[in-house]
């Protein structure tokens, strides 16, 4: 990477690395103040790390559910919909810039 990108990259999507210290060697390939992701939970803790949620866990939903309790998480929701409106969410999921998470409201 640092052949390509001496000065490094701004961003790093790791979807290999399953342990933080795998992640961290990958890490010198980020610009100062980078981002790192991965779905595997190796970005470890800290600014500029992100472990997406691919497969979540209970524990990992007990966190998330603390976060927001605490205020700590805010969740941008750009709009909702009614169960009857699924076809209308999904077609403006693939065909509009989506700038905050969509809602099914399931009533």
Not at 10 to 18: A, C, H, I, Q
């Amino acid at each position: 990477m640092r052949e390509r990108h001496p000065d490094g990259v701004d961003g790093l999507l790791d979807l290999v690395s399953y342990a933080p210290d795998g992640f961290d060697a990958n890490a010198s390939a980020l610009k100062a103040g980078g981002r790192g992701s991965t779905p595997l939970g190796a970005a470890g803790e800290g600014p500029g790390r992100s472990n997406i949620m691919s497969a979540p866990s209970a524990e990992s939903l007990e966190r998330l559910a603390r976060l927001l309790d605490e205020g700590a998480l805010r969740v941008p929701i750009q709009r909702s919909y009614d169960l009857a409106q699924a076809g209308e969410a999904l077609q403006a999921l693939g065909t509009t810039h989506t700038q905050g998470k969509l809602v099914l409201e399931v009533t």
